[in-house]
């Protein structure tokens, strides 16, 4: 990042105080950054914080005389390496996707010629609204790059997605734009699996698990940001699919490994998801209740990791996961074993692992084992995408 210039527009919510520490972030790795504050952002940040952190001028007004006679807005525009938007409130990636041009932000972004690095923040109903949706999806369709938000509580009380990535999660993202992290595995083809599947047990119930596919939509996340094309096979979530991702929704065990030989041949496959063991044969109609328990005959799925481990077109490096509740590495040891796979990312979720943001895991491979601490998600996706680029280029490891 070193020498590299960053125009930093701060939209107009309570996150705007995260760019501060942006901004010290960016100057601590060798960037430089120069601010836009809109009319919203000021009413959060000072424009005098952001002066003294960036130690350049802040520009605040499209209607200033003297940085206009010169076209102010159209030589910021231009002389940035990346835009970044943060945060990107819904008001403002609104105007972006309808090319309006009513502010300097606006107006600079409108008529940039240079990469756009968005990262949204609002509250979840605004993010969830189907407005905001298709604004994300057009703007994600014309080239920009929207970073997916956070999910936690908000200050409004409410929570669920809708956060501004932390500081150092902009960083990163900053990072791999500048880095060559974003061809380290060009040119390869990963299959991601993530979430639960839903058995039928009749029109109405279901066999299913907590699985909430952050992790697995995590890791398509990071793998597709080190330039990998990504097959994401995904469980029924309701999760927003990440940039550069294809994904393909499936219900069941049986449509999940279909989908899956499909995506075939692949470089790599990392098997996220949390697939029921069992199902039934589902009733055609709602099973009533009559005053007595129906007996359910469990069939057992078939085993999509071992499946893929012995196929013909297994992938060069396939990794399971083990979500377990005891014994976590020696369950997990013994399944790297009858899987055939070649790592195994094992996991403790006796506690709210499978419906939180954090995780502590543990690489086993056959030559041995490695414990990271309890990292957020993406952080842990973040680190497994590195292992999987070092593998596939024949980079030594630590194990």
Known sequence: MRGKSILLIVGGGIAAYKAAELIRLVKKAGGDVTCVLTSGGAHFITEMTLAALSENKVYTSLWDLKDEV??????????????????????????????????????????????????????????THPATRRNVEQ?????????????????????????????????????????????????????????????????????????????????????AALGARVSLVAGPVALDTPAGVTRTNVGTAAEMGQAIVQALPADAAVMVAAVADWRVEAAPQKIKKQGKVSALTLIENPDLLAGLAASPDRPR???????????????????????????????????????????????????????????????VARRLAGRVADELLGVPGPL
Not at 96 to 125: E, F, I, S, Y
Request: aromatic residues 4%; proline residues 5%.
């Open 317 to 379: 490096l396939l990794v399971g996961f083990a979500a377990e509740t005891e014994d976590v590495i020696e369950h997990a040891r013994s399944k790297l074993q009858r899987k055939g796979c070649d790592w195994i990312i094992a996991n403790d979720v006796s506690g709210d692992v499978m419906g939180g943001d954090s995780n502590e895991v543990h690489l086993i491979t056959d030559k041995g084992v490695e414990s990271w601490d309890k990292l957020s998600k993406r952080e």
């Open 70 to 127: 010169e076209m102010g807005h159209i030589q910021l525009s231009r002389q940035a390496d990346l835009i970044v938007v943060a945060p990107a409130t819904a008001d403002l990636l609104a105007k972006m996707n309808a090319g309006m041009a009513d502010d300097l932000a606006t107006t600079l972004l409108l008529a940039t010629d240079k990469p756009v690095l968005a990262a949204p923040a609002m509250n979840v109903r605004m993010w």
């Open 139 to 223: 703007l994600r369709r014309d080239g920009i790059r929207i970073l997916n938000p956070d999910e936690g509580e908000m200050a409004c009380g409410e929570y669920g997605p809708g956060r501004l990535p932390e500081p150092q999660a902009l960083l990163e993202a900053i990072r791999v734009h500048f880095g060559n992290d974003g061809e380290r595995l060009a040119g390869r083809h990963i299959i991601v699996t993530a979430g639960p599947t839903h058995e039928p047990i009749d029109p109405v119930r279901v066999i299913a698990n907590r699985s909430s596919g952050k992790q697995g939509f995590a890791i398509a996340e990071a793998l």
